[in-house]
């Protein structure tokens, strides 16, 4: 059954009308916050001390 | 009653799980109660023992009896669908393999959360009721770890904490779940929650931040379950989870009462008066014997918090004093807070992650979105208009009263994540996957973050061809070859009482009060001292009424924190006479 996992869910719970239905459609809504994730992600990439801590864990030089 | 839908599998899984937990902990204060009321040294090893054996056959047997009833174990799909999930559930196993084959670890864990329980099996009762307020909580989470502690299972000390993990990782699905009616929404808010750095980290070790954090999800959830299908059975588990929660350290009493406040709210506008009172007694159950306790220690039983309500003066301690505004794991200064977790600094000793710190890149990079996505369904959806609520009722407790310590905050946090499977459902399904992916990666990313304090330490012990306790943590093996019961005066940091009890947690640590004078070191009834470091005026106290056994830097898998340690022998202690010269 698409949409369905796992162990503890509820699959005949869950209508398939409900979880279908997502749109397939691209909004600007989807757009603004797919851009919101990558800033955050680069954000982080470039300012958080955790990602130098485990370059130099790896035995890298950045 | 409105029935909207029935009972969702998990909520049924999660109310056997919180009951079982229950019962575990429900048995242990019963023996805690026996010596409050009567003396009798009640909670010693063998009853702790046999309780635990009945408590494992009970949950072998509830577990045969939920496969036969869902068809077996073929009808669980035991891989997740989602990536993010599959690389936290493998990090998870690899790190259970080292929680196995080491020690305790957590500042926290070794300075009290493990000393406790120790001292309750000494005891045989939950005292000391030491007026250190870290001593002084109430510590339903610590009753956790008598069971391996009644064994001398140092490697399974920490793994009642695991069972915080899997509730909190139940709720939040389930929570999600009714939120959502999407599956791979509600494994987007749990790959959230459980790829956590701090969560990970506190999963194996014995801190009780996220039992009780767990405890208060596990709650809601039910209450949603009760709210949707009208079952009571859903309502008193939730009390009941709740009341674990309050009784597991006090800054989970404000979340909890405001928690309250909304069960009650729901029950009297149900009219349900007879649940309400039912939910009130089986909410105080749990946590009324830590306030006994502290009420016949100290006559304030939510001591440490001091109560001045007019005519009302109960003596306490200003929170400063257990909740420490400059301590370990607090988010600094206001301006610097609000970067977090964008910019994660590195704290003392230079980690940016542990059982105090660390929310990883995948909580960065969905936070905002998840946030947004929350406050815009609150306005079209009543359940999300409270939880958004609740979150900002929640966030201002943690960032004033609080002092924003991160642990602390963990209610907070498990509430974005929930937020988390509100974001995924509303993107369009072509933007599904490349949020997966970046879920993943960032995942992937804070794994690997996770693995490699405990990878270089397997790497320093296969270096240093060491496997053993002392050099685990650093200090003399000549600790581990004391007698049994010999009493060692610790003079390294209090931090080390847990790492004093030697191999077989056969040595009695003691200590000193900061205001005892230099002479005390040498009035005492220990056997043995030790000092480390830089302790050249204590040594020259002990010189004078003890003998030296040892002194030198013991090997270490950290190198670089290595100290000179002393160990003393005293020579009037009647220990002392018996015991050969190392």
Redesign the interface.
Known sequence: MP?????????S???EQ??NR??????P??LF??V???A??L???I?????R??VS??GLRL | MNTTRPTLRSDTFLVQIVWLVSILVFAFQALAWINLLTGVQALTPWPVRALSVAWLATCVIWLRSYLRKEGGIGGFSLLPRSWALRVAAATYLLLLLNDLTTFPSGFDAIHYHLMLPLEWLRNGGIWPMDPDPLRAQPGNAELLALPALSINSQALAGLGNALGTVVVAISVYSIALRLTDYLDAAEFAVALIVGLPIVIYQTFSSYSDLFGTSMIFASAALFMAYCSSGNRAMCWACAVALGLSLGTKPCFWPYGVLFFGVVAFVLWSRKAFALLGVSTGLIALPALLWFVRNAMATGNPVYPLAIHIGPIALNGLDRTNFVEPHGTGVLGPSLKAMTYPWVEYVWDKGIPFDEHRGLGPAFAVFLVPSLLVACISAFRNRRVAVLVSLFAVSWLIWWVPLYRVLRFGLPVITLVCVFGALFYRRLSETMRKPVGVLLTVTTILGCLMCLSAPARDLAERIHIHSWSRAAYYGYPEIVDQLPPGSRILNRVPPASNFILEGRNLSNVVTTLPESAKPSALCDGESGYAVTMGDSAAEDAVLQTCASLLYVGVPASIHPKMAREWHVYRYVASPQAAVHPRF
């Open positions: 949409g369905t996992s796992a162990q503890l869910d509820i699959a719970d869950v209508s409900d979880r997502a749109k397939r459609t691209v909004g809504l989807d916050l797919f919101l994730c990558c955050g992600f954000l982080y990439l300012e958080s001390e955790s990602v801590y485990l864990h790896l």
